[in-house]
């Protein structure tokens, strides 16, 4: 099938349509209902009555937006109407939702005079928290966008005008950069005068460009101060000009912008343009200009933008609203206003200059993704332009004095991550702390390129001091290629002296077999040499794994670090997150089939680490039995470990076993069934019979059941190691090397 018969399919499959409404309360008893409805549901009215801004705590009002269209403009359709223009409200609600975690209602209006569309939109000010108008018209768009944002007080927003203003003046602003370039003594000529295109050239305007130098054409060629037929919107940026079309008027210029068809821009009058020329040809779907073909026209840099995902640098407006409207919404602010904008386009620009995470370059095809003339603005699906433009929005809303409530900017980013799930939530504390007091971490295999890029990320954050373990030469030359900033500490083996951790190897193994030649040759392995050097106290923690089988990656750090004092096993855990609770489940790597003495041991120690993320452990030891329905050797084990772990005086949290799965997790199966059970809660602790059993569980809950996996992180060792997963992205590498400082500061 063509893309238009998978669209009707994708839209007709039961239920129809693209969003629902669900509860965010529990409706399980007539109790709950009675809360949620009558007569339970009178105390928050009343209270709202009393106090209006009362309806921000008990309603979805601080995080609902109305997205309101009448159909009039809608994407390359036109005047189809308000019923039609329905499937692309709910698009834009899919988008708040997916990217910033706003509830949306979509309107339609069957309305066609701005005076209708402004008094029924104003009327709704009770239900939402902001207004997102879409789809209406020139001229009747600014009229209505500029009296509701007068009459209303709460943000009011015509995403059609200024979304695509934000997002090409970021990809502006690095453009600039990239092509040394002034902003205010760029000429710029603009095909198009349509609503989209006024909005941009005033933001551009705004950004610092300067009026007298845009030259805006429409349809009639530019608009000039001595034509009489054109509105008062397009007067704003009637200029002086000699040009009589639009390509007289691109000669010479610095940028184009284009907002009207596609085609009507040859490789001439690129040519035509000033040297290294900005192109940013937005028509859709077919660009005033292909992509290939502006590139192609000259042999200087060509900095070129589109409104098409299929090539680089996409202007897309969803880099803009859904964070422009959670920064606004989560400081109740009255308006979106110029300084909010600003804010939002520098923050792009800002992001776009970062190091890309491995994901959002594997969701667009594994291509390079590098500040430069094809990348000159964020992804659309980059998580980070959450949590970079929402707090500078929400910054500028409070400097600029439209923002209602006092918001802790420092703890902001903090819960923009909660919102997109509990793994980000709980990295969160443990990057924390690791900031904190920021300790060495060697990466073993340092020549990797993920390494370098994590070693980079590390210092950038201030989570930790690197050192890289390879090529001195090599590291550099990747880190120049790749754009980093940044002089790592190195440990090169080919001119370090490593005869102290060649002696300290060989003092350690001498008696396990290794001869002092043998340990001269050993020390020039990563993951022998970063481990001496943890032994010694020359690092503090150590990472590894990236480029070898997990168990060939861990056995250095055994035979050399060894196990803490208190433990005698090490074991490998993993923290899930759903989106309401968190569990750690172990041994998922290391050991085999486990006695009770060892399932004792990692209990403790998986318990431990929950502590570090701030989580007070509820252990579980699991079977298939549940407290003795089944006894066989293989139920005793678990059993034994969890009377062992009741009767020590030292354990200092709730444990129990053996139980099944759902037994532990279930709280009203373990309450009504097992009230002798020592588990308060459900746990948050599984400790798995034996290791075939946590490496399945775990991977099917990450599969099937939509848990982010957090690890491996390895408990019960000397000092802090850390064995990654080959594959591993330069996230897992960073938030590994976060757990291990952690892990460093309580040593």
Known sequence: MGLEEDALEYHASDPPGKVEISTTKPTNTQRDLSLAYSPGVAAPCRDIAENPADAYRYTTKGNLVGVVSNGSAVLGLGDIGAQASKPVMEGKGVLFKRFADIDVFDIELDQAEPDEIITSVRAMEPTFGGINLEDISAPACFEVEERLREEMDIPVFHDDQHGTAIISGAALLNACDIADKELSELEIVFSGAGASALATARFYVSLGARRENIVMCDSSGPITPDREDVNEYKREFANKTDADGLADAMAGADVFVGLSVGGIVSPEMVRSMAENPIIFAMANPDPEIGYEEAKEAREDTVIMATGRSDYPNQVNNVLGFPFIFRGALDVRATEINEEMKRAAAEALAKLTRQDVPDA???AYGDEPLQYGPDYVIPKPLDPRVLFEVAPAVAE????SGCARVDLDLSRY?????????????????VLNKAKSDPKRVVLAEGNDEKMIRAAYQLTEQGIAEPVLVGDREGIRRTADRLGLDFAPEVVDPSEANLAPYAERL???RQRKGITRREADELVTDGNHLGSVMVEMGDADAMLTG??????EALRAPLQVIGTAADAQYAAGVYMLTFKDRVVFCADTTVNQDPDPEVLEEVTKQTA?????????PRAALLSYSDFGTVDNEGTRKPRAAA???????DVDFPVDGEMQADTAVVEELLTEDYEFSTLEGPANVLVFPNLEAGNIAYKLLQRLGGAEAIGPMLVGMDKPVHVLQRGDEVKDIVNLASVAVVDAQDD
Not at 546 to 551: S, T
């Open 360 to 362: 959002v370059v594997k």
């Open 396 to 399: 500028a809303a409070i400097e």
């Open 413 to 429: 980013a903090e819960q923009l991550e909660a919102r997109l799930g509990k793994g980000r939530e709980m990295m969160r504390v």
């Open 506 to 508: 060989h003092e350690l």
């Open 546 to 551: 990236l480029m070898h089988h997990y168990p």
């Open 608 to 616: 431990k680490l929950a502590r570090r993320f701030n989580v007070e």
């Open 643 to 649: 009377a062992s772990l009741r009767a020590d005086s």
